[in-house]
Structures are given as C-alpha cells and as structure tokens.
C-alpha cells in the first residue's frame, strides 16, 4: 500500500469443520476509507455552519424555512422551533419598500447571488440591521433546490457610521460657520474702522467748520461704540461657551429700567421713530416689579432685542415691556411689525453667527451672535427666550426670568455725592496718570482738563510713584499693561503709601478676572477700555467728591 491510513469495515466469523470445531478464523473487509472521508467532512460542515456566529438561513425553493443555526437565533431571538416552516418574512419590520424585496427574489430567482442589508425586526420586536449574502443552491439539471442566506449583524457597524456621518456634517458645519463668522467680522469690524479712519483723516486735513467738525466727531464716536459693541459680543459668547459668565445680582425694579431703555431708544432712534409707533408697557402688578436679578445682564438681554427689531423694521410699530408676572416669574417682551422670520429658521438663529439671511448677499448687518448671548445670558439665570413670528408679520419676543423672590430685599439706591461748586484755581488740583499709549494719555488729558484739573501723566509706574511721594493728587487713572512694572502692582505700592489716594484702575483686556485682580489690588474703581467721556467724568467726580466728603 501507499502507507496512507485505511477505515476498513470488517466482519469476523470461526471457521468450523465438520465435527464443529474451530479451526480458523474468516475475515471480511471493506475499504470505506473514502466514505468515512466524507462523513468526517460533513461533520465538520455541519459544524462549521452550527458554530458560526454568523445567522445562516437555509429555505426550500419556496422560501420556507428548513433550517437556522444558533447565530441566527442570537441575532433575531427566534428559536429553531419557531421559524420552521415559516419564511424569512418573520423578520421583516416594514421599513424597508416592497421594490427592494421584489429584487431580491428576481434575483436569486435567476440562479444569481443577491447581497444587501435588511433593517428587520428581532422577536422582541427590536430593530437591528443584517447585512445578507443570499446563495441559490442548484442541483446537477440547475434546478433551484434551496436558499442559503449568511448574514451578519452590522447595527453596531451602522450606528459608527451614521455617528461619524453626522459628526462629519458637524464639522463641516462649524467650519462654514466659522467661515461666515470670519467674514462677518471682518465686515463688522472693518466698516466702523473706515469710519474712524475715514474721518479722522479728514479732520487731519483740516476742517475749518465746527458744525461739521461736531457732525465728523460724532460719525467716530458712533463708529467707536459700534466696535466696541463687536468685541464685547466676542468677549461675551467665549464666555458663555466655556462656561464662565458670571451674574451679578441686585435687587432693583423693572419698570424704572424699562424707563431707563425707553429715553435711550426715543433719545438715540429719533430719525426712525418718524414712522415708528414706539412704546413701553410697564409691569402692571406693583409688587412684581421688584426683581433680584442681574441687572445689566437684563439690560443687555432687552437692548440686543431692541436693537434687533429697530433693525429689522421700517415702519409701524415696536413695543417693549412686562408681558406679564407671577410671584416665580416675570415674563418681558420686545414686539414689532418688522419683517418677521421664515418658521424654519426659528431654532437656528439662536445658535451663534446664524442669520437668516447668511452670505455676501446678505442685506443686513450683525455678527450674529446676539440672539446667541441672550440664550446663553437667559441659560445662565434660570431663564428663557422663545419667539412667535411670522413671515412679513413681525415678530414678538419673550423673555422668560425668574424673579427669585425669597431673595428680593432691599432695593439699593444710587449713592448721590454732592459734588463741590468751587471757584477755587483749578491750578492745585491734579490728576496722576499711569498711561504709556500716547493717544490714551492724550485723550486723558483732554478729558481732565474739561474736569478743571490738570493731568500729569508717566509712562513708567515707578517714576509716578516717585512722583507721589513728594506730591500731592486728587486722584489716579491706572492702566494695567506698563513696561517694567504693571498697573496691579503699582496700585498695591500707591495704596499703601497713600491709603486715601483713589485709584481708578482702567484696561483693554475687559475680561472678567481683570476686574477681581484690580480689587484685590485695593483700586477704589474699575473702568474697561475705551473709556466713555461721560463715564469716566462721572467716575473721576465721584470719587473725588466722595473723598473729600471724608475728609
Ligand atoms: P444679528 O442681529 O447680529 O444678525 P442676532 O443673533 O441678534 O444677530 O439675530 C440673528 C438673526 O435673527 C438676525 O440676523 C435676523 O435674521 C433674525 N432676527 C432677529 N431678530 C429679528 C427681528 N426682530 N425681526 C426679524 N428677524 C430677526
């Protein structure tokens, strides 16, 4: 032989002679070498298909069911006993069309494999996703004898990739946004900027006529406040996104702010209140007038939105106010007959930089993020913002805030100095500024000098400090970034070497930690860069009157 491994079948019986005696042994063999052969390999088929994770499904020509491995079972929670004799429509959930199906059968109907994906339905009524390879099984005439289906469970699979699908169009969302978003500020910002530039160099030129000198100054004051406006916005919703805006609350009435916004809004839209009706509605309950809140949070809430519908309205009408009040609430509204919002854009134009109308077209101007930080403002008190518009028909805002009223106590009234009317020379009082930006200390020093005081300014921290030490002041402006030595510690150095002296400390960096570093820095007062004319005369009389007071 060939030294290969034989099964042999084989029957043994004695041999007797005729006195019945054994005398041998006979033997009969049969090779079945070739058909243990073939049952070891259908052994091993058997088991491949019944230990595969993956479900199999074999059908008779008629679809029905003749047999199901454990696999299937795991995947679809029907048992062996319950699928046979039924058709793979067991699984079906319906949510795939009966064109799909039809193509299926067409196709293994002609003798070909089909593959695909099935969203079925397990047996306990669970959807899940299979992905299918379906197998005619043909005879020796190629007649269709069964269906083989292997199939795999991919509803993981689907679910990674329909998250990463929707990841991707988040990307590329923010990366439109943040497209548009450089673009609008690029606008936003450059635009004011041609106006101070612009007419700056014009006044550089010359103008010899005051009223269009005043007519110039006032188009870079607005432009300046416009700015302004931008990088606030900035500054506002990076605080908001990282979490940390901080409120200040007071307890203060409603309705003398609503007031306060009703002389800003008649004093500064006097052009557009020509063919705008523009009024106010107070809180009509008297108690709930008095909110613990933040008030300039409110204000800015209120003012984005009214800034809003002056924009977005031509004629009619702009109402603001108390919509309405309980004890938990107070609910304020800003309406106007302006040119409303398409309903499907009423969500996103409360994500940042979303407008309705988006693109170089665009008609109106804005960064889009107002409506973004009032969310964020309104997210952060406990509040909310809703809008009811339509199309052409104007649109009505509603503010939702929560009174917090087992805070609400005293209101606390504005300290009024008196402020000294004197006629004394204005010679013996002084100003020390701490300012290394030429057109800051300038602008100081104009400003001052409308107070009736004289400014000395240094640029480097330690000479004013010197400075100091053998001359009088009545007050100092600080600013934060010095070279040598900051504005932080030349305070602490001026405060404890004069203890009455008052330091406004003033910065361009206007972010919140600025202000707790200026306080803990013992300054009297804090102002953020640009400083107003008017606030910065205000603070200066203050501070001076009140230290005379205690004098
Ligand atoms: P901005 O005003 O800077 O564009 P906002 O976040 O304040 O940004 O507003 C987003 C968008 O919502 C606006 O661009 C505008 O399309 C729409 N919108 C807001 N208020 C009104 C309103 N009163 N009337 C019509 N559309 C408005």
């Known amino acids: 032989m060939n030294g290969k491994q034989h099964w042999i079948l084989t029957s043994k019986f004695p041999l007797k002679n005729n006195e019945d005696k054994i005398i041998g042994l006979v033997g009969i063999g049969r090779d079945i070498t070739e058909q ?22 074999i059908t008779n020509p008629e679809e029905i069911i003749e047999y199901v491995n454990p696999g299937f079972t795991n995947a679809s929670g029907y048992s062996f006993a319950d699928v046979i004799g039924e058709t793979p429509r067991i699984l079906k959930s319906g949510l795939q069309g009966k064109e799909y199906y039809k193509n299926l059968w067409e196709t293994i109907g002609s003798g070909k494999n089909w593959s695909g994906e099935f969203q079925n339905k397990r047996k306990d009524g669970t959807i899940y996703w299979e992905s299918a390879v ?30 990463l699908k929707i990841a991707k169009e988040k990307a590329e969302e923010s990366d439109r946004l943040k497209t548009l978003f450089l673009a609008n500020m690029s606008h936003e910002i450059r635009t004011p900027l041609s106006g101070i530039l612009g007419f700056s160099s014009i006044i550089c030129a010359g103008v010899s006529d005051q009223e269009q000198l005043k007519d110039f100054g006032r188009i870079i004051e607005n432009s300046g406040k416009r700015l302004t406006t931008v990088i606030d916005d900035i500054i506002d919703i990076s605080m908001i996104q990282s979490n940390q805006l901080k409120l200040k ?27 705008i009706e523009f009024n106010v509605k107070y809180c009509e309950n008297q108690e709930h007038r008095i909110i613990y809140s933040d008030k300039n949070r409110i204000y800015q809430v209120l003012r984005n939105l009214l800034d809003n519908s002056f924009k977005f309205t031509d004629s009619g009408f702009i109402k603001f106010g108390c919509f309405g009040s309980s004890d938990n609430e107070l609910i304020l509204f800003v309406e106007d007959s302006g040119i409303g919002i398409d309903e499907s854009k009423t ?43 339509k199309l052409n028909q104007g649109s009505r805002f509603f503010v939702h805030l929560p009174r917090n009223k087992t805070k609400t106590g005293t209101l606390t009234k504005p300290v009024i100095y008196e402020f000294e009317k004197t006629t004394k020379s204005t010679e013996s009082k002084c100003i020390v500024s701490f300012e290394d930006d030429v057109a800051s200390a ?19 921290a ?57 306080i803990q820095a013992g300054c009297d007062d804090y102002l953020s860069k640009p400083l107003s004319l008017n606030v910065l005369k205000e ?13």
């Open 462 to 518: 330690k000479e004013g400090i010197e400075y100091l030490k053998n001359n009088s002041a009545d007050l100092v402006l600080m600013d934060v970034q010095l070279p040598e030595m900051n504005g932080y510690e030349a305070t602490r150095i001026i405060k404890a070497e004069h203890p009455d002296l008052p330091v406004i400390i003033q910065t361009a960096f206007a972010m919140k930690g600025d202000e707790k570093r200026a």
């Open 442 to 460: 300038e602008y100081l020093k104009i400003v001052v000098k409308m107070l009736g005081y004289k400014l000395v300014n240094f640029f480097y």
């Open 347 to 389: 969500k996103v134009i409360f994500d940042s930089f979303r407008q309705v109308d988006e693109g170089n077209s665009r008609k109106y101007e804005g960064s889009g993020l107002g409506l973004a930080i009032i969310s964020g403002i309104l997210d952060k008190m406990g509040g909310k913002i809703r809008v009811e518009t």
């Open 134 to 163: 379906i197998t005619p099984i043909l005879n020796e005439l190629n007649e269709i004898k069964h269906f083989v289906a292997i199939k795999e469970d991919i509803t993981g699979k689907k679910k990674m990739i329909q998250d």
């Open 539 to 551: 603070k200066i009389n203050q501070l001076v009157a009140k230290n005379k007071q205690a004098a």
């Open 249 to 275: 609350y007071e307890t203060f009435d409603i309705d003398e702010l609503l007031e306060e916004m009703l002389i800003v809004y008649r004093n500064q839209k006097t052009e557009k209140l020509v063919k």
């Open 36 to 57: 243990k052969e073939q049952q070891l390999k259908l052994e091993l088929l058997q088991q491949t298909i019944e230990q595969s994770p993956l479900p199999i499904v």
